[in-house]
């Protein structure tokens, strides 16, 4: 939600700050504050629900406000429940146990609903959210709470805890890590699948069933948490780091396996890294945690959003960095965790409270899995993609910058896509700022939900640890092979393409979807168009490019004809002559139509849309790279044709005309354009 304003604001906003409000945990150090929140933790807990029931707040900045309100009194509630249970062996490990499993539980949800959690705030009931369920069992479980008959029992005196030699830094530190661990990489189980892609066919397990795979690797993880010695050892902490070295270098297969090393890794620390922090001083020690924290947040944020941000050319392109650093804090951490022990009680009754919790502890992950399998099993494709006109052998393919799912009032818009793409019958389709698997974009995945609910296949494009904003690729057709190209960016933000060979109606057709440089950055775009450029004229395939390519059009724009004359493509319309960043572009078909189509509040760009059809007979193999420039120039006709000569099958959709629907329609030149 944060990252909305940066966003419009192209640079910092000011609203960064809320990212802040965890801090609020330091104010744990005053003992008045934790025993009022620990006498009354049930209503500290309804209250915090503020940040549900934002989501019928419509101003944004205002329903950030309201969550970052409900964030900071929840994470006051918690701390104070780890630190006021800290002394009371089965209440502390129910509350720890208790936060393991809600972010499993999470992730399953977030399974079910396509990467999305359905209360968060960027929901409402119109883009499948059901947030009012999730107030109410909030408002329940609260009530549960302030109802349940726990006696009061005094803190004990400071250090009666503490055993000679821990240290409450290295606690801290750990515990700030170990939160960005989990929240950069384990709220959704998708993401590490996400960070191990390649292009076609070396693309790792699919989310779905990659997703199943993290959750059962993760209640694996909490099983073996028990056995303390070993997850605190020297060994387990070089396994799991070698599956994150493996995860993070490593594309397809190989790297996701990886990351299946580190999730286990990752969740058996749970319990002991909790429990250790909440034995230390809360005050300073929840401070240095959410500050220890931030600071990597930023970072992570930073790595890709070096452009924004003061001094951020020291992060550029650096997750090996965040990482690096990450690792060494949970290191001190499960070392200072290492020779930490827990008060002693008696025997029969630790055998007795913890054989119990983990009883429960394991049911739920039974049925934790269970329920992920079912969902899995629910989103499997039953048929396989089919194009909508192929009696007309037509290729619909489009390009919309999508503004990383969060449309103009900061409402998730994945399902008003869904609606524009299908009712265009786009058949191909580009989607670039796309990559929402990081925490800045609530490590979602617009692709599976998209992809899915249109019935189509699917390239995410580069992963989130190639440092892009994210290109994506639909398809009606089948994706025979696909590279992921990082555009030559020495000054700018680095842009992004996928380079895909598509089995159209039994011919190879190559597409291209880019995102390159921004307008101040000329070297940049020179470099980025220039290696375009190269790629399509060496292409022997039929060719058709979507992209984001900032110039204007015509002759005497340097980059507009690196992009087409150096490429050996037509522009869909050369006389169009006001698009400044998205463009379309062939070889080797015949275009047949053009539209510009209003974002209709989703973005702040709109579709453009062009219509082709497969030839039979297309140039030989590699002519237009032997042929002059000029005559190939003269190989596309812009000769236009009234609607009424163009068979049914080959319009656009009459649905766009006027005022269009929901708020999408023609503009510019308010109708689409035929060709003879």
């Known amino acids: 939600m944060i990252w909305y304003f940066p966003l419009w604001n192209m640079g910092l906003s000011g609203y960064e700050l809320f990212?802040?409000?965890?801090?609020?945990?330091?104010?744990?150090?005053?003992?008045?504050?934790?025993?009022?929140?620990?006498?009354?933790?049930?209503?500290?807990?309804?209250?915090?629900?503020?940040?549900?029931?934002?989501?019928?707040?419509?101003?944004?900045?205002?329903?950030?406000?309201?969550?970052?309100?409900?964030?900071?009194?929840?994470?006051?509630?918690?701390?104070?429940?780890?630190?006021?249970?800290r002394h009371q062996n089965g209440r502390a490990e129910r509350g720890v146990m208790a936060l393991a499993l809600g972010l499993i539980l999470h992730n399953v949800v977030k399974q079910a609903w396509w990467a999305n959690n359905p209360i968060w705030p960027i929901m409402n009931s119109s883009n499948g959210g059901r947030n009012m369920l999730g107030l109410i069992l909030g408002i329940l479980a609260s009530v549960q709470i302030i109802l349940r008959k726990e006696p009061y029992e005094l803190e004990p005196k400071s250090g009666e805890n503490s055993k000679k030699g821990e240290s409450w830094v290295k606690a801290s530190i750990g515990g700030g890590a170990y939160l960005f661990c989990l929240h950069s990489m384990y709220t959704e189980a998708s993401t590490i699948s996400r960070w191990s892609l390649g292009g076609y066919p070396n693309t790792g397990p699919h989310a779905v069933t990659g997703g199943l795979m993290v959750i059962v690797a993760m209640a694996a993880g909490l099983v073996l948490s028990s056995r303390r010695d070993f997850v605190t050892s020297l060994a387990w902490f070089g396994i799991g780091s070698a599956g994150l070295a493996l995860l993070h270098f490593v594309e397809g297969d190989v790297g996701f396996f990886g990351g299946i090393v580190f999730t286990v890794f990752a969740l058996s620390l749970f319990p002991t890294i909790f429990r250790s922090l909440a034995r230390q001083p809360p005050g300073r020690a929840f401070l240095v945690a959410m500050t220890t924290y931030n600071i990597l947040a930023l970072a992570h944020v930073w790595v890709v959003a070096y452009a924004f941000v003061p001094g951020g050319e020291i992060m550029r392109e650096h997750t090996d960095y965040v990482?690096?650093?990450?690792?060494?804090?949970?290191?001190?951490?499960?070392?200072?965790?290492?020779?930490?022990?827990?008060?002693?009680?008696?025997?029969?009754?630790?055998?007795?409270?913890?054989?119990?919790?983990?009883?429960?502890?394991?049911?739920?992950?039974?049925?934790?899995?269970?329920?992920?399998?079912?969902?899995?099993?629910?989103?499997?494709?039953?048929?396989?993609?089919?194009?909508?006109?192929?009696?007309?052998?037509?290729?619909?393919?489009?390009?919309?910058?999508?503004?990383?799912?969060?449309?103009?009032?900061?409402?998730?818009?994945?399902?008003?896509?869904?609606?524009?793409?299908?009712?265009?019958?786009?058949?191909?389709?580009?989607?670039?700022?796309?990559?929402?698997?990081?925490?800045?974009?609530?490590?979602?995945?617009?692709?599976?939900?998209?992809?899915?609910?249109?019935?189509?296949?699917?390239?995410?494009?580069?992963?989130?640890?190639?440092?892009?904003?994210?290109?994506?690729?639909?398809?009606?057709?089948?994706?025979?092979?696909?590279?992921?190209?990082?555009?030559?960016?020495?000054?700018?933000?680095?842009?992004?393409?996928?380079?895909a060979t598509l089995d159209v109606y039994g011919k190879d057709v190559d597409v291209i979807v880019s995102h390159n440089g921004q307008e101040e950055d000329l070297r940049d775009r020179q470099l980025q168009t220039t290696e375009l450029g190269r790629i399509m004229r060496e292409s022997n395939n039929p060719f058709l490019f979507l992209g984001y390519v900032v110039t204007k059009p015509g002759k005497g724009e340097e980059i507009y004809e690196l992009l087409m004359d150096s490429g050996r493509m037509h522009d869909i319309e050369v006389s169009d002559w006001d698009r400044w960043c998205e463009y379309l572009a062939f070889r080797g078909v015949k275009r047949v139509g053009y539209a510009r189509v209003s974002h209709g509040g989703i973005t702040d760009t709109e579709i453009q849309v062009g219509k082709y059809q497969v030839l039979e007979d297309s140039l030989p193999s590699g002519e237009h790279r032997r042929i002059p420039l000029e005559e190939f120039k003269k190989q596309a006709s812009y000769e236009q044709i009234p609607e009424d000569q163009v068979p049914q099958g080959l319009r656009y959709p009459s649905m766009f005309y006027g005022a269009g629907v929901r708020n999408h329609h023609f503009h510019v030149f308010d109708r689409p354009y035929y060709y003879a």
């Not at 394991?362 to 009696?391: C, D, M, N, W």
């Not at 052998?393 to 900061?410: C, E, P, R, Y």
Request: aromatic fraction near 10%.
């Open 19 to 85: 990212l802040f409000c965890n801090m609020a945990a330091g104010l744990l150090g005053f003992s008045g504050l934790r025993k009022n929140l620990e006498r009354y933790k049930g209503q500290a807990h309804l209250a915090s629900l503020i940040g549900v029931y934002s989501y019928r707040i419509f101003d944004p900045a205002y329903r950030l406000m309201a969550v970052a309100t409900g964030v900071t009194i929840s994470l006051l509630t918690w701390g104070t429940v780890l630190f006021g249970q």
């Open 323 to 499: 990482i690096l650093a990450m690792q060494g804090c949970l290191l001190a951490g499960i070392r200072n965790a290492h020779s930490t022990s827990w008060p002693l009680i008696s025997e029969t009754r630790k055998r007795s409270v913890f054989s119990i919790i983990r009883l429960y502890t394991k049911l739920t992950l039974a049925g934790l899995i269970l329920s992920s399998i079912f969902v899995s099993l629910q989103r499997i494709p039953r048929t396989p993609p089919k194009p909508y006109h192929p009696e007309h052998k037509l290729i619909t393919a489009g390009i919309w910058t999508i503004h990383f799912a969060i449309d103009n009032d900061m409402y998730n818009s994945e399902m008003r896509m869904r609606d524009a793409i299908r009712d265009l019958e786009l058949d191909v389709v580009g989607l670039l700022e796309s990559d929402l698997q990081r925490m800045i974009m609530g490590n979602r995945d617009l692709t599976q939900f998209l992809a899915e609910d249109l019935n189509m296949y699917a390239d995410y494009g580069p992963g989130p640890t190639k440092h892009t904003w994210g290109c994506t690729m639909l398809s009606k057709f089948p994706i025979k092979q696909s590279t992921h190209h990082l555009l030559p960016s020495p000054k700018g933000e680095l842009a992004c393409a996928i380079h």
